[in-house]
């Protein structure tokens, strides 16, 4: 049994009309890092405000190890926060920063010398330790801010975009480090950020929130294999999943998606699922990722389009092929794939790897989980 440590139950926070948190319950097991993923404004900050104590929500309540601190203030939390805008104190040493927590405690001079060396060794800090924090890079900024809580040694470690400033090299070699720390020490870790790629490498869970409302929570694995709703899926996953609508009909022995005249067969991408005859007469939209998505210059699979354009992405090309008119779909290929705008291709999909999600609602279709009777 994993151990809950912290518990966040019904939490409502409003400003003035504005409702920033809505109704949001989760848990984060001992040890693990658990990600607030969503765009900017849905209220991660709020929330890890709520958890610190530097906010008091309107409803809901706060547990962490099993005791109720809705009502405890912040320095009475064991809790430490590490802002967006790292706050180092420009004119101490880098020492001094990272000794702050400690000394504000009034720890004897030796244990805050072993603690700060310690801490300073594990953020590759040391050699800094008695420069001014003014004269350090931004990369070295972060881990000071970082160093400042892991020397307190907080219960939760809340992190909020802590990586947003820095530019892609550095943010890369800190969500290593990040991730390698958080191994080694096993803290439990609260993580912000808005940006998905980097919640799906550092977490071992991520919280999909919108609009102050928690969508989904699960592993990245499972968040991205079955999204549930229209949001998480196009929130996810880069370059962004293709999403076909239209009513599922079935016509002359086939199964097609209408939109406003435009047909578009969909039997080999639905016949097999289980469950289909229940969705047949529904407003639906098909979420395909281009990574599952094949193309074969020879023609074959689902569908026939044509090559419109390509970007290039890493070793892969984003393939951009168009099925109708108003119907377009971009695949991933590798780039020794040979070509050439105009080219006619046949399009190949798992129909394993399908999406479904109703029109109206947003929501997944499990069509497996429906069974036809
Ligand atoms: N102190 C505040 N007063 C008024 N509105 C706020 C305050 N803090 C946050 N908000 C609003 O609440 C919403 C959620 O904000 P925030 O939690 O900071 O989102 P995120 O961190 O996901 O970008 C936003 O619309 C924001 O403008
Ligand atoms: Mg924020």
Redesign the pocket.
């Known amino acids: 049994m994993k151990k809950v440590k912290l518990e966040v139950k019904n939490i409502t926070k409003r400003?003035?009309d504005?409702l920033?948190?809505n109704n949001v319950s989760f848990e984060v097991y001992e040890g693990e890092t658990f990600t607030l993923l969503?765009?900017?404004?849905?209220?991660?900050?709020?929330?890890l405000r709520i958890i610190a104590g530097l906010e008091k929500p309107d409803k809901g309540r706060v547990f962490i190890g099993g005791r109720d601190v809705t009502d405890v203030p912040p320095r009475e939390r064991n809790v430490c926060l590490v802002f967006q805008e790292y706050a180092v104190f420009p004119h101490m040493t880098v020492y001094d920063n990272i000794a702050f927590g400690l000394k504000a405690r009034k720890e004897p001079e030796e244990l805050i010398a072993r603690r700060v060396r310690e801490v300073a060794e594990l953020l590759g800090l040391t050699s800094v330790l008695n420069t001014k924090a003014s004269k350090v890079g931004l990369s070295e900024k972060q881990r000071i801010a970082l160093g400042r809580c892991l020397v307190v040694e907080p219960e939760i470690l809340l992190l909020d975009e802590p990586l947003t400033l820095a530019d892609a090299k550095i943010r890369e070699t800190m969500r290593r480090e990040l991730r390698r720390l958080q191994r080694e020490l096993k803290i439990t870790m609260i993580y912000?950020t808005?940006d998905q790629l980097e919640a799906m490498m550092l977490s071992d869970r991520i919280a999909v929130?919108n609009a102050?409302r928690l969508l989904q929570v699960g592993t990245p694995r499972e968040i991205y294999e079955k999204p549930k709703n229209l949001f998480v899926a196009y929130f996810i996953g880069s370059p962004t999943i293709n999403l076909i609508e239209g009513k599922l009909v079935r016509k002359d022995g086939k199964l097609v998606l209408e939109k406003e005249g435009l047909v578009l067969d969909a039997t080999k991408l639905l016949e097999e699922a289980k469950g289909v005859g229940k969705i047949i007469g529904r407003e639906i939209v098909i979420g395909i990722r281009p990574e599952d998505i094949q193309i074969d210059p020879s023609g074959h699979g689902v569908w026939k389009g044509e090559v419109e354009l390509f970007e290039v992405s890493g070793d892969q090309l984003i393939v951009h092929i168009k099925l109708a008119e108003e119907t377009k779909i971009r695949a991933m290929a590798p780039f020794s794939l040979r070509l050439r705008t105009g080219d006619i291709v046949g399009v190949a999909i798992n129909p394993d790897k399908v999406h479904v999600f109703d029109r109206k609602t947003g929501e997944r279709i499990d069509l497996l989980s429906i069974g036809e009777a």
């Open positions: 400003f003035g504005l920033a948190v969503g765009p900017s404004g849905c209220g991660k900050t709020t929330t912000v808005h929130m102050g």
